[in-house]
């Protein structure tokens, strides 16, 4: 079997220790002939490569890493052999390389310690510097401020500046200046309620190493979000942004079908081939399809074991607040998705936190640029750049569902969540309502009802029954017009022999009605309304007519089970 290298982001490591590697080294050669821009940022999901193609980069361009030469570690690679005299470059340039992954604490003054340790580590690999006769007596003691511990904010900010300085001096070549996953500390400011103090660090500590600095020679970030640059990048001029939208660097961050094939060979997996694609293909990065490279190591390590790999890394807490607070326009579109279907929606190639709220775009946006969905194909229009969305893989379905059950089941759990709406199904509708009481008194988002109820018990209801329809046994309708109106929700299991089921609701905003008479209320429209005639075309013989009430965290219902001939 072949052993590839989970969790390692060292390219040296992985070389030394004759892992698999998947060559992605043409990267430098793309990188080495975009010579007309200074400042480049890559977004890609996580997990698709960043660090591990940033530290390849770092080890072609300096001349030893950690103390170790990098002399001959792209011999045999891709780089080596391309056409043009790439291998001058190799060696030739101080590099400063810096992760940001790790700087997420859950607020900010832990973050910036966090960031601190990172320059303190980054200036004690150039320590030498200190014994050189480049830097001034003043310079010296800020060095050695940074070392000690004892620098302030202000000499933080321009730390990497500074160190391009001291660098370009000693070398009298200009330093590159390497970045990896730059948004995680703003991720983090906005999960944590930092945002505004971690943008203005970053956009002082970004604007004094990388606009119009001379000692620089290129710059590179990547990150999984593109930050608008009214956000962060206001202080630079022109960076060149390239997002899953661009077919530039395309290829170099996942695993493209000839890579697959390779891999799948490699390591006697071609029997799986298929399964594998359903599970972890999918994701288009300009005109080129590839797969999720975490997942598929993971699987070829574990023998072909196809379950949930890339979505299990995270605490995708981001993601869980989107879409659990979202609008209804937003679950109705996210309800097309769990379906199966496609959906057109306007996309923003980059992200401004303070919108996620109010702006669907930047929700649906956001999503997509994190790996959640998959574009199938864009076009720019007047309105901007409209994308065609769908689920990319059954990984992600199965996140999406847990997600949805673990925010239905009010903090109970997905077996609570599964049982409730087992009683629905098999007709216990008494103990359907009991269960959706409990339910409700603990849904985490309920604060969010006070602002808008109407859209709260429409979003939790397009929820709820999602999820069977993501399973295949049933068939899930909403607002469709049945008899002489239109139906709340419909549910048609696919065997016509079970319990098709019609449920209508109604929102009490006063104390003037009881709950019980408005539930009662329901269930006399679905019988006015005559809605049970889809059902009974299609074949049901057992019908369960439902009538929920809502009023803050309360619900009562009123039901009744249909039994007749088929028409």
């Not at 045999?76 to 190799?90: C, F, S």
């Not at 200036?123 to 060095?143: I, M």
Request: hydrophobic letters at 40%.
């Amino acid at each position: 079997m072949i052993q590839f290298p989970i969790g390692f982001d060292n390219f040296n490591k992985i070389m030394e220790s004759k892992l698999y590697f998947v060559d992605k080294s043409l990267f430098i050669k793309e990188v080495l002939d975009n010579k007309g821009t200074e400042v480049l940022v890559i977004t890609r999901p996580r997990r698709f490569g960043k660090t591990l193609n940033l530290s390849m980069l770092h080890h072609f361009l300096a001349s030893e890493v950690d103390g170790v030469s990098t002399k001959n570690l792209f011999d045999n690679l891709k780089i080596t052999h391309a056409e043009g005299d790439y291998l001058k470059h190799q060696g030739k340039s101080p590099v400063i390389f810096i992760s940001l992954k790790n700087v997420r604490n859950q607020n900010f003054e832990g973050a910036y310690a966090e960031f601190y340790e990172l320059i303190t580590s980054l200036y004690k690999q150039f320590r030498f510097l200190l014994e050189a006769d480049t830097l001034y007596e003043d310079e010296k003691n800020n060095y050695k401020a940074i070392l000690n511990k004892t620098a302030d904010q202000t000499e933080i900010k321009f730390s990497i500046k500074n160190l391009t300085e001291y660098l370009y001096r000693y070398y009298k070549v200009k330093p590159w200046i390497l970045i990896d996953e730059y948004d995680t500390p703003i991720q983090a400011g906005h999960l944590h309620g930092y945002y505004q103090n971690m943008i203005e660090f970053m956009q002082g500590m970004l604007g004094a190493a990388l606009k119009t600095n001379p000692c620089i020679h290129r710059a590179i970030l990547t990150g999984i979000l593109r930050i608008s640059k009214e956000s962060l990048f206001s202080a630079l001029n022109n960076p060149a942004v390239h997002t899953i939208f661009s077919k530039s660097y395309s290829e170099h961050f996942g695993f493209t079908e000839s890579e697959m094939e390779e891999i799948l060979r490699a390591a006697n997996l071609t029997k799986n081939a298929k399964a594998i694609r359903e599970w972890f293909n999918g994701y288009l990065v300009g005109s080129t399809i590839v797969y999720n490279p975490w997942s598929v190591a993971n699987c070829v390590a574990q023998q072909g074991v196809l379950k949930p790999y890339w979505v299990n890394t995270s605490d995708n807490h981001l993601v869980r607040e989107l879409i659990v607070n979202a609008d209804v326009e937003f679950k109705k579109g996210f309800e097309l998705i769990l379906k199966g279907e496609e959906i057109a929606q306007i996309i923003s190639e980059h992200t401004v936190f303070s919108d996620l709220k109010t702006n669907p775009a930047s929700v649906w946006s956001l999503l997509l640029l994190s790996g959640y969905l998959k574009v199938i194909r864009h076009e720019y229009t007047e309105q901007g750049l409209q994308a065609v969305l769908a689920i990319p893989n059954h990984e992600i379905k199965l996140l999406f569902r847990e997600i949805i059950e673990q925010w239905l089941s009010g903090g109970y759990g997905i077996a609570w969540y599964n049982s409730l709406i087992g009683f629905l199904i098999k007709g216990e509708a008494q103990k359907f309502i009991e269960g959706l009481k409990k339910t409700l008194l603990h849904m985490s988002s309920f604060h969010d009802m006070a602002k808008d109820t109407e859209s709260f018990y429409h979003g939790y209801a397009l929820g709820l029954f999602t999820t069977l329809q993501m399973g295949g046994t049933h068939n899930v309708s909403s607002n469709k017009e049945s008899g002489f109106g239109r139906y709340d929700i419909v549910i048609a299991p696919k065997n016509i022999n079970e319990i098709g089921i019609i449920l209508e609701f109604k929102t009490a905003k006063s104390e003037e009605k009881s709950l019980k008479e408005s539930a009662l209320e329901a269930l006399l429209q679905i019988e006015e309304q005559k809605y049970e005639i889809e059902l009974q075309s299609m074949g049901f013989q057992k019908i369960l007519k439902l009538g929920l009430a809502f009023r803050g965290k309360e619900v009562e219902g009123a039901f009744d089970l249909l039994v007749s001939k088929v028409f």
